[in-house]
């Protein structure tokens, strides 16, 4: 007998037909003797929807404390009715809201943290034989007041009911059967891995793998919970595990990731002055604006550059962070480039192959694709180049090193 | 400055216009210095389309439990979005769900009934100058699981706060603008009254004039609890005063009501044995069939027959457990009548005034309406007459007494 969570995205529970799909997911585990914890998210479009009536009543933006009561009705939605549709298979079963499986949060409303998971109630329902669904992506706060956790917020749900329970395993059932080394719809030689590390994991992740929310896969490798990423269209088909350590297999590159959602903003003619790069990082950082891949180069006339990328959404509000420094730092110019994307290569170990770096810029020099940046760490290699390259880039690279 | 709790049924907040009039209206009191509590009920058709969902995935009728999980998501979304129309005006507000706003019940889903109302919540975001915005019709159970009030609960929720906070008034908003002598649709003469008791409301409202939920009216009457009848589609006219005790005015009656939601049962032939009646309506009360007119008459043979009325939902089961007795009663047969109608007039004091029963019958006699059955209170005479005389039987009774 293991206990096993299971978490179920919006789409997996979309409609009618979905739901019982799902329901009858769980059946077979709870039949086979296992106690079951289901999260679930908001059916198919439901955000979305509501975030539609919220913007049709209030253009400017409601609170967030407001969004977070509407958007959390989404998955109160949604565990009822797999509720419903377990009891249909005639099992016991109980649906629990964020804050009645105990989830408690900080106050920051639409992309609170989970400070303290008191599961006993979740416990109690399962020494009842009850499979237990849940409602992810949202808590409470210090005053009794709903908040969510942010986008692939039930991921993270999951993972902390699985690391407060000692769960034997996490299922995150998406609609991929696993994870890639590239993206399979692109790609179509692209491989299915049977296991990856919680590391190469994050940095798929981060960039833009999207098969797992990023802090639920920190919070795995932080408490060592064991996850699954399987399809919930195709529950026979084994998935992907993500652990700490995996046996090495062949295959030193884990997967190659393509991520579109990047801007360039290069700050051009600065003065060759220290703490200049401090000055402009920390005014980012002050407005919460994650920077990626930085560079800094010599430019003309004994000035030098510094070029860094954004997500596109924060692109803006960088520039004109920046510009508000133009008085003190007296620089020539903020050049942009929205039409990028960030190509890059994962793979534990990846530090001490040397030869590495060099084969993937050579499958990029035989594609004809042109490299604006280099970032490197010590399981990924990134490159920024043109947008319309990037899927070639991919394939490229991905040929050169997993075929 | 007052106090004013002010309640809003689902079609006053059914799309975002709607609710941005609602918001207006409670700006305006608000503005004049009141404090303002509101309850709200799921926008228009949401709880009808969370059951089809419900069913769609359970045909045979899910649990009652969850049932009032997905159903309490309606009100907690229409919460969110009239507070958020509320913030677009500028004014302070915050959503409070059943159970953060104090509303304790006990667990019979569905159905449950309010056992405490702990309204320190409300109380401090009052004190914070907050505009309240409450979920009706839900609270939590001693388990912490979510119940609902059943049909016409928030009418009670709205009730239950005006009590627990000594509020100076509660504003009960519907798309009618107040209490008529009969169905204003209908009856083109009907009055609006300005004035009513809670007794004649209780007995309107049980005659099917639909306006007031009855517990809702118990419960005020219970706490003195003054309710205000208003339209949120013509907040300016003046809407109709339920309190204990009105000035008396020339008019006597105060209402016609016509119930169509009625069956009359006989069961003939019946042994004149003590304990029979007993007998007929403890097995009906077991079943929770509430028994409206009853009327007991010699039949042939020495015999008896006993009739009575009940809801049509309930005509079937009450026949079957009726069935169940004729073994111990041996009865000679079950007559039933779905095709009938109960017509009411309504009014204090009518029990000091031997004249109205026999005003009310002459007016049904020269409209040529045969009356099938008669029951009478201290302040109401129903009669039971053919369902498509019914209309006619309203407007001539009407006419009689109030024209």
Chains 1, 2 share one sequence.
């Not at 005639?90 to 900080?106: H, K, M």
């Not at 890059?344 to 050579?362: C, Q, Y």
């Not at 020099?365 to 970032?375: P, R, T």
Request: a negative charge; charged letters at 25%.
């Amino acid at each position: 007998m293991a206990l096993i969570v299971k978490k179920f995205g919006g789409s997996s529970v979309a409609n009618a037909q979905r739901v019982m799909n799902v329901a009858n997911i769980i059946a077979e585990d709870y039949q086979k003797g296992n106690q079951v914890v289901v999260v679930v998210s908001a059916q198919g479009d439901t955000t979305d929807d509501l975030i539609e009536k919220a913007l049709e009543i209030n253009p400017e933006g409601p609170s967030k404390r407001e969004m977070d009561m509407l958007l959390s009705a989404g998955e109160q939605i949604s565990i009822a009715l797999l509720a419903m549709a377990i009891e249909r298979l005639g099992l016991p079963v109980v649906s629990l809201l964020g804050w009645q499986a105990g989830f408690q949060t900080d106050s920051k409303y639409g992309i609170a943290r989970i400070k303290n998971l008191d599961a006993s109630r979740i416990e109690a329902e399962l020494a009842r034989k009850n499979i237990v669904v849940v409602a992810g992506f949202q808590g409470i706060n210090k005053y009794d007041d709903i908040t969510t956790l942010g986008r692939g917020g039930s991921d993270t749900s999951a993972v902390a009911i699985a690391a407060s329970l000692k769960a034997d395993l996490c299922q995150i059932y998406t609609d991929v059967d696993g994870v890639y080394t590239a993206d399979p719809r692109k790609v179509k030689t692209a491989q299915k891995m049977s296991e990856i590390t919680y590391d190469e994991m994050l940095e798929l992740a981060t960039l833009g793998a999207q098969v797992l929310n990023n802090r639920s896969v920190e919070m795995a490798k932080k408490y060592n919970v064991e996850l699954e990423v399987r399809s919930s269209l195709e529950p026979k088909v084994p998935g992907t595990i993500v652990k700490e350590v995996i046996k090495m297999e062949k295959m030193l590159i884990r997967g190659v990731a393509k991520d579109s959602d990047t801007s360039r903003i290069s700050v051009v003619g600065l003065q060759d002055n220290p703490g200049i790069a401090f000055k402009i990082f920390n005014v980012l950082a002050q407005k919460n604006i994650n920077v990626d891949i930085i560079l800094q180069s010599i430019g003309r006339d004994g000035t030098k550059d510094i070029s860094f990328t954004v997500a596109k959404s924060q692109h803006k509000e960088a520039v004109s962070a920046l510009e508000e420094l133009q008085p003190a730092l007296n620089f020539k110019e903020i050049a942009c480039d929205d039409d990028v994307a960030k190509v890059s290569i994962v793979g534990t170990g990846m530090e001490t192959h040397p030869g590495v770096a060099a084969k993937m810029f050579e499958a990029l020099y035989e594609a004809g694709i042109n490299i604006k940046m280099i970032s490197t760490s010590e399981i990924k290699i990134s490159v920024l180049i043109n947008a319309k390259d990037a899927d070639r880039a991919v394939e490229a690279v991905h040929d050169a090193f997993i075929r």
